[in-house]
C-alpha cells in the first residue's frame, strides 16, 4: 500500500462508517471536496469498499410470483426478478448475471454435471460468480462455439470461469455449432469423444442457459454458420433460440434443415433436465423468453422487471 491507498482507507471509513459528507471529509483530512470525491472512487476501485443494494422485490414479490403461478404447469418454480436502475445493456446484463450466479450456486452440489451454455448473458454470469468450494463438479459445455467470424462467444472463457468458481473439471465442445451438411454433423458425431460429451449433456443435473431474439444481428446468426436465405428464413419464422436451436411463437423447430446440422443438445432433451435455469432480459427477448416458458425449458428464471411486465400483460 501506498500514501495513497492509506489516505483513500481513511476517507473511506469517515464516510462509510463515521457518516460524514464528501465535504466534512474533505475538511477533516486537509483536502478539497473534490479529491475527497477521487480518494472515495480510488477506495472503491482498489477493492477497499464494495457497496450492495439488497432489493426484496428480486427474491420474491407480486410480479414474480405471478409468474411461478402463469407457468406453474410448464414446471416453472421459482423466479428472480431483477431491477435494473437504467435499461442499459451492459447495466441489465451484470444485474442478470448478478443473480444468476447466485441462482446457479444455490443448485450445484459434489458431483454434478453442470450444463452451460454461451453468450453474453452466460458470460456475465460466469464473471459474477464467487468461488464456492466442491468436488466432482464437471461443466458440460451444451453446444458448439466456434465461430467463423471474429464475433466472438467467449465460451472457453466462460466455460474457465465456471470451473474456477466450482473446482470443476471442463467438459468442452471444440466444434462449430452448426454444421455445413448433416453428413458432416453425423461423421463427427459418431468419433467416441464426441458423442461421451454430447451424452453428457443429455445427463446434466442442471443446466443453466439463455435465450436469444431471433434478429440479423443475434450472435448466431453472425457467425459465418448460415446462408443468407437461411438467415431470412429464420428471422421471418422464429421468435427465438436456447441452446442455437430455433423455434416459433408456438415452440416448434423454426427451420428443420438447420437444426439437423446443429451440434449440441436438443429442445427436448433440454427440456428434461432436473434443474434448468432460464438467464434472459431485454424488451427485444420478451416474446422468446415467454415462448421458451410455455416450452417448459426453464424451472427457474432470471428475469429483468421491464420483460416480466410484458409477459404479465
Not at 54 to 76: C, I, N, S, W
Not at 114 to 128: E, L, Q
Not at 149 to 171: H, M
Not at 282 to 305: C, W
Request: a negative charge.
Amino acid at each position: 500500500m501506498d500514501s495513497r491507498d492509506e489516505q483513500a482507507l481513511r476517507a473511506a471509513k469517515l464516510y462509510y462508517e463515521s457518516e460524514l459528507s464528501q465535504a466534512e471529509v474533505a475538511a477533516e483530512i486537509g483536502v478539497s471536496r473534490p479529491t475527497a470525491a477521487k480518494l472515495l472512487q480510488h477506495a472503491r476501485q482498489r477493492g477497499f469498499v464494495t457497496v450492495e443494494v439488497h432489493d426484496p422485490r428480486e427474491m420474491g414479490g407480486e410480479v414474480a410470483q405471478r409468474l411461478v403461478e402463469k407457468f406453474a404447469y410448464t414446471g416453472l418454480v421459482e423466479v428472480r426478478v431483477v431491477q435494473a436502475a437504467r435499461q442499459r445493456e451492459e447495466e441489465l446484463l451484470r444485474e442478470l448475471g448478478r443473480m444468476g450466479a447466485m441462482v446457479l450456486s444455490e443448485h450445484v452440489q459434489d458431483g454434478q454435471l453442470v450444463g452451460v451454455s454461451w453468450g453474453n448473458t452466460m458470460y456475465s454470469v460466469a464473471k459474477c460468480l464467487d468461488h464456492h468450494a466442491h468436488r466432482g463438479v464437471e461443466i458440460v459445455q451444451l453446444k458448439g462455439g466456434l465461430s467463423y467470424t471474429q464475433s466472438s462467444t467467449n465460451d472457453i472463457e466462460t466455460i474457465n470461469l465456471f470451473c474456477q468458481a466450482f473446482d470443476a473439471f471442463a467438459r468442452t465442445l471444440p466444434l462449430p455449432v452448426i454444421f455445413d451438411n448433416v453428413e458432416a454433423k453425423r461423421i463427427v458425431e459418431q468419433d467416441r469423444h464426441i458423442a461421451h460429451l454430447l451424452e453428457l449433456g443429455r445427463r446434466t443435473d442442471v443446466v443453466i442457459f439463455t435465450v436469444g431474439a431471433t434478429t440479423k444481428e443475434s450472435l448466431p446468426l453472425t457467425m459465418g454458420y448460415l446462408s443468407e436465405k437461411e438467415t431470412e428464413t429464420l428471422v421471418e419464422r422464429a421468435v427465438g433460440d436456447a441452446c442455437s436451436r430455433f423455434f416459433t411463437r408456438d415452440g416448434e423447430i423454426a427451420l428443420p434443415s438447420v437444426d439437423e446440422r446443429t451440434v449440441g443438445i436438443t429442445l427436448d432433451d433440454l427440456s428434461t433436465r432436473p434443474t434448468r435455469i432460464l438467464v434472459a432480459g431485454g424488451r427485444e427477448k420478451a416474446e422468446a423468453i415467454e415462448t421458451a416458458l410455455r416450452m417448459g425449458l426453464a424451472t427457474h428464471l432470471v428475469v429483468d422487471s421491464v420483460v416480466a411486465a410484458q409477459i404479465l400483460g
